[in-house]
């Protein structure tokens, strides 16, 4: 019989086999274009995949998962040096071959013992975005210098064969129910100033379409909701780390605010608001009192935060109308605000920490600034 210890370390090596065999699948359907048990009548097999197709999809999964390997273990190496009971990784496989996904829910380890000092914190939080974001660095830095020809999209669209390589002036005049990836501000400036051949960048309708842009694009999308300086994530516990309990507990929670206030803009609208008891809006409203009822303490309190929140959306769209968020926030939001915790444990050593990790906390902050995306995954 196995001791328990062999028996967790074998499972989570199947989880890892699965990953590794769930998002190859998923990068396939995003390379490509299609689904495996979906296509035009509904339901059913699509015969389309072959051996070397899911060959050329590792091109997606195994930068993918070596830059969230490489997160997990940032954290779990760190950990260890500080002498702190912590499991190795736990990946999530997640495939269905029925709509997007990108085959995993992403890993996470256990640390299995409360941690005593805001240095602690700080270092293992701060260690796995930052030796993520290097490796991710990696990838972008191979993926935008080997670029393949721009003929490479006609093998994945050879409906746009027809307009030659000006199709771009073609194909996307309408829009309407076409999916693009939102630029960030790393993409961007790699794009501008560092990509060798600028012709061969790929639109942003066509981006999944290229494997290591994909991975480099999600790792960075994965890194700024870590970095984010709220709760317990990543960024949660590097704020900690910098500014003490006291000030983390205000800073978080408005932060928190301005993300939901953002996330929500467009929800409900002037022109749209018929009156304040509509049912879009009561809906609004009471989802806003669930994601905010963690925070605000009393009901009278939680519900002004709820409606103010509401009513500064109202006004910012009633003045800007073209002022709009991205929905898709809202889940997070949700995550963040009943389940993950806007607010951070106390430790037994507050003592401030020294100017070399408060430097590395400034760095961390910048890369935030680098991979956050305001609008990440867009359907028109």
């Not at 090596?13 to 065999?21: K, N």
């Not at 516990?237 to 500014?243: K, P, Q, T």
């Not at 749209?272 to 009561?282: A, C, R, S, Y």
């Not at 303490?297 to 009513?311: D, K, N, Q, S």
Request: some cysteine; charged content about 10%; glycine content about 8%.
């Amino acid at each position: 019989m196995l001791n328990k210890t062999r028996r967790v370390i074998i499972f989570q090596i199947v989880l890892f086999i699965l990953t590794l065999i769930t998002t190859t699948l998923a990068g396939a359907e995003w390379i490509y274009g299609r689904y495996f048990f979906l296509n035009e009548k509904g339901f059913g097999w699509n015969d389309w995949i072959d051996t070397e197709k899911i060959i050329y999809s590792l091109n997606f999964s195994v930068p993918f998962l070596l830059i969230l390997t490489v997160h997990e273990f940032g954290h779990y190496f760190t950990a260890q040096w500080y002498k702190v009971k912590v499991t190795l990784p736990y990946y999530i496989p997640l495939w269905f071959g029925l709509g997007s996904s990108i085959g995993t829910m992403g890993a996470f380890i256990k640390i299995k013992e409360q941690l005593k000092s805001r240095k602690q914190y700080f270092d293992i939080g701060i260690a796995g975005p930052l030796s993520g974001f290097v490796v991710a660095l990696i990838v972008l830095a191979y993926g935008y210098t080997h670029l393949p020809p721009a003929e490479y999209i006609f093998s994945i669209h050879p409906e746009y064969q027809k307009y030659g390589l000006e199709y771009a002036q073609y194909v996307y005049t309408n829009v309407e129910g076409r999916f693009y990836l939102g630029k960030n501000l790393l993409f961007w400036l790699i794009e501008t100033y560092l990509a060798p051949n600028k012709a061969l960048i790929p639109n942003a309708y066509e981006m999944m379409h290229y494997p290591f842009l994909f991975a480099g694009y999600l790792a960075c999308f994965f890194t700024a909701l870590n970095l984010m300086p709220i709760g317990q994530l990543d960024g949660g516990h590097i704020l900690y780390g910098l500014v003490g309990g006291r000030y983390h507990a205000v800073v978080s929670v408005i932060l928190f605010i301005i993300f939901v206030f953002y996330a929500g803009l467009g929800i409900v609208t002037p022109a749209g608001l018929v009156n304040i008891f509509d049912t879009k809006t009561v809906l609004y409203l009471i989802f806003l009192y669930f994601m905010f009822s963690k925070i605000g303490g009393t009901f009278a309190r939680t519900f002004i935060l709820a409606f103010g929140v509401m009513t500064a959306q109202l006004a910012t769209t009633y003045f800007f109308p073209q002022a709009i968020g991205y929905n898709g926030w809202l889940l997070f939001a949700m995550l963040l605000g009943r389940f993950l915790g806007v607010f951070h444990p106390p430790v037994e050593d507050n003592s401030p920490l020294d100017s070399k990790r408060k430097l590395l906390g400034w760095i961390s902050l910048i890369i935030f600034i680098l991979c956050f995306t305001p609008a990440p995954f867009v359907f028109e």
